[in-house]
């Protein structure tokens, strides 16, 4: 299966491709043949015509010969009418291959001509062959020269067409030869010099990949040489050479901006890091109450409904504690404003002490007065809360000499615990524990209503 595979010619193979566009040379001898055939018609048409003439020619000249050869002979024949010499010398001038035919008129004084002739089968009456006709005179001695008749030499037609046609078919030959042996020589040249470079430079071409860039194009020649071919491998050479030169810096480039592109993800996720973490300290911030770090009012409200919701759902108790520092104006003027802000820090800290349980939350709700949340915490456990929430602040004996209670800071606290026959809303509750206070602080201060 492999080896057939093999076989397969692909689709881009320089041999597929020179398979289905065929050869420059074949295309090149082809063309070379149909011209060597018109140039062969149009030679052989010519030197036909010269062949032609150059017979015509030499029959006449032998035609010439032939008189000159037998026109004595003839004329003494017959000035002494010997009509045998004269057959004879007839036939054997009718017999010479270049005569076609031969007429012999003979002048008799008194008499009309006698006209005796020779034809080959052959001859036509209408010929194209050379004529010769002279008169023919004898000379019975010194200066009494007399015409005795007039002979008449048509050529051969058939000799001529013979020649003729030996020499075209000679002509034929050579030409044909001549054109076959022109033709392979230029397939055998334009091959060796041109198409088996060309296919090499198309193979090289066809393997040419980005990781085998750095291997130049050699045709094999003569360095000497300087054509055309020369020229298309160092053009190939050059492209190469630069597209691997592109695609080292694209390659470069790449790994520059992948470098670029880890830098920025790091410092997006070093962004996003410091604005997750500046976003938690926001939403800290805009919970908490920047002095005290207690929860604020808005965080109270929120936390306030969902705790209500759930005792109302689950029926469990929840109570509320609203305390208030006494005579926290008094604190202020007789300490400074920035002591009462420690002041109301030390309270904050023993309030968060007290109240650390889980889902216990305590808020400063403005100035000095702070509510403290207790879901699942009926009142008389809320009670014991406040009152160890007043011992802890006592311990802790933050002087308040302006106070007229004690001589340390000391809380006034309003206890609400919810009751679903009579509240629906935790604003009622708070009220509640707001109108407790006001009843612990008319009750002398420092100590613990409901
Ligand atoms: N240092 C400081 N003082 C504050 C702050 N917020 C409110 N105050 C002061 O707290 C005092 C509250 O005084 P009042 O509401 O009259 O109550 P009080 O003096 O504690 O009297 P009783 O509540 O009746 O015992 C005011 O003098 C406010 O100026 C704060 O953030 N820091």
Request: charged share 25%; with cysteine; aromatic share 6%.
């Amino acid at each position: 299966m492999a080896r057939m595979s093999a076989s397969v010619p692909k689709p881009g193979d320089p041999e597929t491709v020179h398979r289905q566009t065929g050869s420059l040379g074949r295309r090149l001898v082809l063309a070379t043949l149909g011209f060597c055939l018109l140039f062969t018609l149009a030679s052989v048409g010519l030197r036909t015509w010269l062949a032609w003439h150059d017979s015509l020619e030499a029959m006449d000249a032998e035609l010439e010969l032939i008189d000159q050869v037998f026109q004595s002979n003839l004329a003494r024949a017959i000035w002494e009418m010997d009509s045998d010499a004269l057959e004879t010398q007839l036939d054997s001038v009718a017999s010479a291959a270049p005569v076609g035919r031969v007429e012999l008129q003979i002048i008799r004084a008194g008499r009309a001509p006698e006209v005796i002739q020779r034809q080959r089968a052959q001859q036509h009456a209408e010929h194209r062959a050379p004529v010769l006709q002279h008169r023919l005179t004898y000379e019975a001695y010194a200066g009494a020269s007399e015409t005795v008749g007039e002979l008449r030499l048509e050529g051969n037609e058939g000799l001529l067409w013979e020649r003729l046609f030996d020499e075209v078919t000679e002509i034929v030959i050579t030409q044909v030869i001549q054109s076959l042996l022109l033709a392979g020589l230029i397939m055998w040249m334009f091959n060796s010099t041109v198409t088996l470079h060309v296919r090499r430079i198309a193979r090289h071409l066809t393997a040419l990949a980005p990781e085998n860039l750095d291997q130049t194009l050699r045709l094999g020649r003569s360095v000497k040489r300087h054509d055309e071919l020369s020229l298309l491998e160092s053009g190939v050479n050059s492209l190469q050479a630069k597209l691997s030169a592109y695609l080292d810096r694209q390659h470069q480039d790449e790994l520059a901006l992948a470098a670029h592109r880890d830098r920025l993800a790091e410092l997006v996720e070093e962004r996003t890091t410091e604005l997750r973490a500046a976003n938690v300290l926001l939403q800290e911030l805009s919970r908490s109450d920047p002095l005290t770090g207690l929860a604020n009012r808005r965080h109270f409200d929120e936390i306030k409904e969902v705790e209500f919701r759930r005792a109302l759902r689950l029926g469990q108790p929840l109570t509320v504690l609203m305390c208030d520092v006494d005579f926290f104006k008094r604190y202020n003027d007789h300490y400074g404003h920035a002591q009462g802000d420690l002041c109301l820090k030390v309270v904050a800290d023993t309030l968060k002490r007290v109240f650390a349980r889980a889902g216990e939350v305590v808020a400063r709700l403005g100035g000095e007065e702070f509510v403290v949340l207790l879901p699942g915490v009926d009142a008389e456990s809320a009670l014991r809360s406040a009152v160890r929430l007043q011992q802890r602040l006592a311990e802790r004996e933050l002087p308040h000499e302006a106070s007229a209670v004690s001589p340390y800071v000391t809380l006034s606290i309003g206890l609400a615990g919810f009751d679903p026959e009579t509240v629906d809303q935790f604003d009622q509750l708070l009220r509640r524990a707001d109108e407790a206070l006001y009843r612990a602080k008319t009750q002398g201060r420092n100590c613990i209503a409901d």
